[in-house]
């Protein structure tokens, strides 16, 4: 942890908070009701997800003497306003400026996957390189993976709120119809999506910080190959077909992918991060061994603890007469 990425992390939420009032702007233009059932749809989906994910050995754990209070918290709440403000503010910069260039070389096949993956994808995984190395009690791989995943639930859900204000300004008939329209559209189709490819590059990132006795380039590739993955099944995903058939098969290859490579992180980690004893915290760098006395590490199962010894006192010997 250094207190640099955790003042940049912070500093950075606070300047991305007029996002908040831009989302909050197209609310304006939709009736009451409207405007309330979509805020309690991003309500639940947020709590159902973060609920989930928190009931899973992969959490970090926080608890612990050298732990400071609040300190998950932090984290979580952290990592989503990294997502909803934050990398939501990067992609405002960036988006138009690509979509313009796109326009101008007739690229429209993959306008939608340029302004898409390319800012969005780079813009969380950075949030979530910043975010584990704010936090010491983040040091495990699938760490990355949370902390990636919460970082794209809350982009997700901003930008399912700004979708369901967009449908109720856009539906002839109402705007509730329009609202219940767009929610079940992004549930529906490609449920997870930013939450699980943020997770991708997240559990590549944490991988690269967090493994032993691997080279710099080792690192450096496992890094950019997983966010490349979360980039290239975005990227797939937003590709604008002609026709419906080869929207269809996109849509089919992209969700095994996808929800393939989520099951396989979550199975291959869900034994190691259960039976994880060596798990410790330690609030400051060690320098003598009455620190060791902040370590929270259990003891694990089966191992037998020792009986302290107790030094004898050395008698000194007799002088001879």
């Given at each position: 942890m250094s207190r640099m990425f955790s003042i940049t992390l912070w500093v950075a939420i606070l300047l991305s908070t007029p996002a908040l009032f831009l989302s909050l702007a197209t609310f304006i233009f939709v009736d009451g009701i409207s405007v309330l059932v979509n805020i309690v749809f991003a309500v639940l989906y947020l709590v159902v997800i973060v609920f989930l994910l928190s009931r899973t050995p992969l959490w970090p754990?926080?608890?612990?003497?050298?732990?400071?209070?609040?300190?998950?918290?932090?984290?979580?709440?952290?990592?989503?306003?990294?997502?909803?403000?934050?990398?939501?503010?990067?992609?405002?910069?960036?988006?138009?400026?690509?979509?313009?260039?796109?326009?101008?070389?007739?690229?429209?096949?993959?306008?939608?996957?340029?302004?898409?993956?390319y800012p969005e994808e780079i813009a969380k995984a950075l949030g979530v390189a910043i975010i584990l190395l704010s936090f010491r009690q983040l040091n495990r791989p699938w760490h990355g993976f949370i902390t990636g995943a919460l970082v794209g639930l809350g982009f997700e859900v901003n930008e399912n709120l700004l979708y369901?204000?967009?449908?109720?300004?856009?539906?002839?008939?109402?705007?509730?119809?329009?609202?219940?329209?767009?929610?079940?559209?992004?549930?529906?189709?490609?449920?997870?999506?930013?939450?699980?490819?943020?997770?991708?590059?997240?559990?590549?990132?944490?991988?690269?910080?967090?493994?032993?006795?691997?080279?710099?380039?080792?690192?450096?590739?496992?890094?950019?190959?997983?966010?490349?993955?979360?980039?290239?099944?975005?990227?797939?995903?937003?590709?604008m077909w002609e026709n419906v058939i080869g929207s269809y098969v996109t849509i089919i290859v992209v969700s095994v992918v996808m929800y393939g490579l989520a099951i396989y992180i979550i199975w291959s980690n869900w034994a190691e991060a259960r039976d994880d004893s060596s798990y410790a915290f330690v609030p400051g760098i060690i320098t003598n061994t009455k620190d060791l006395s902040l370590l929270d590490a259990p003891i694990p199962v089966g191992t037998e603890v020792p009986e302290p010894r107790i030094p004898q006192q050395i008698e000194e010997p007799k002088a001879e007469n």
């Open positions: 754990r926080f608890k612990g003497s050298g732990s400071k209070k609040g300190g998950g918290f932090a984290w979580a709440a952290s990592s989503l306003l990294w997502g909803a403000f934050v990398g939501f503010g990067i992609v405002m910069l960036f988006a138009g400026p690509v979509m313009d260039l796109t326009d101008k070389l007739g690229w429209d096949f993959v306008a939608m996957s340029f302004t898409g993956a369901g204000a967009t449908g109720a300004i856009m539906d002839p008939n109402a705007d509730l119809d329009g609202v219940l329209m767009m929610w079940q559209y992004r549930t529906m189709l490609g449920p997870l999506i930013h939450t699980l490819l943020t997770g991708f590059a997240g559990y590549g990132i944490a991988l690269a910080f967090f493994r032993a006795r691997k080279t710099v380039a080792w690192r450096w590739g496992v890094a950019i190959g997983w966010t490349l993955i979360a980039f290239a099944l975005h990227f797939s995903w937003n590709l």
